[in-house]
């Protein structure tokens, strides 16, 4: 059974930082890129990083680029997200993304940039 699940959400003031972490199970981690996505109330979700299989590849959303890094732990099984700077308009749930059979979603943390 494919499981993922996301922890360290939370609330932070303007220019803070969080990392996100996602516990990934259920399948061969090492053979997939995984990803992170965003959804802010009212908006469709969103890509904001991805990392190739092995790691040697990263892409961060135009929006974020400089600010969050994505990483993984292939022994561990988990993709971590650290975000700095974090602004207002980083509010949403986000969710860890693994393209095994037909997709998979965690459920979720929810991140609130608030002073």
């Known amino acids: 059974q494919v499981q993922l699940v996301e922890s360290g959400g939370g609330l932070v003031q303007p220019g803070g930082f969080l990392r996100l972490s996602c516990a990934a199970s259920?399948?061969?981690?090492?053979?997939?890129?995984m990803s992170w996505y965003r959804q802010a109330p009212g908006k469709e979700r969103e890509l904001v990083a991805r990392i190739s299989d092995l790691g040697g590849i990263t892409n961060c959303a135009d929006s974020v680029k400089g600010r969050f890094t994505i990483s993984r732990d292939n022994v561990k099984k988990t993709v971590s997200l650290r975000m700095d700077s974090l602004k207002p308009e980083d509010t949403a749930v986000y969710y860890c993304y693994a393209p095994v059979r037909a997709g998979a979603w965690g459920q979720g943390t929810q991140v609130t940039v608030s002073s």
């Open positions: 259920g399948f061969t981690f090492t053979s997939y890129a």
